[in-house]
């Protein structure tokens, strides 16, 4: 199991539209998650990561807060990694229970 750890620090819904071949698509939730990345020279750098959420209303009490979520992750093509956050997975606040 592969879990990610971050600061909530955006909640938004992409609206239902149609994509460039006119095909249409459902509105979906997103979550940012600002985490560290440890880097092989000993540095930490800040990245953010957009993911895809059932519902909000699992992560608006979360804003701002520091959570634990369990993911998965794919590979489409080669130097491009896909997170997504596992059907059914609830954030847990860092250090404690929902």
Do not use: C
């Amino acid at each position: 199991m592969l879990q990610i750890t971050g600061k909530v620090v955006n909640l938004y819904t992409n609206e239902a539209g149609t994509n460039k071949d006119g095909d249409a698509y459902d509105a979906r939730h997103k979550v940012q998650l600002l985490g560290a990345i440890d880097l092989p020279n000993g540095d930490v750098k800040n990245d953010l990561i957009d993911l895809t959420v059932e519902d909000l209303k699992d992560w608006q009490a979360h804003n701002g807060k520091e959570v634990t979520v369990d993911i998965g992750a794919f590979s489409p093509q080669k130097g491009n990694i896909i997170y997504f956050i596992k059907k059914g997975s609830k954030p847990k606040v860092k250090g404690g229970m929902l």
